[in-house]
């Protein structure tokens, strides 16, 4: 409310969430209900939904340099 109070036509992004364990399926289930939800709430709010769902990690859960890189061009697309 208060960005849009600031600036009115400011495009606001709202993230998606990867899988940082794509490999044990309770997780699957966990990022694919997170994802749901937060789509459901840009589409309700009026936000942009950017899904990141492709994105690489490392052994210790966070993005990798590659992973990084997808993440800010699915960021950059959206803005397009």
Known sequence: AGIRALNPDA???LLGYYNPVPLLPAWNNYFNRLNSFAKDLAAQEGLTYVP????Q??????????GHQYI????????K
């Open 11 to 13: 495009k606001i992004v």
């Open 52 to 55: 990141i769902p492709r994105a």
């Open 57 to 66: 990690a490392a052994a210790d859960g966070h993005p990798t340099v590659s």
């Open 72 to 79: 800010a061009n699915q960021i950059l697309n959206a803005l």
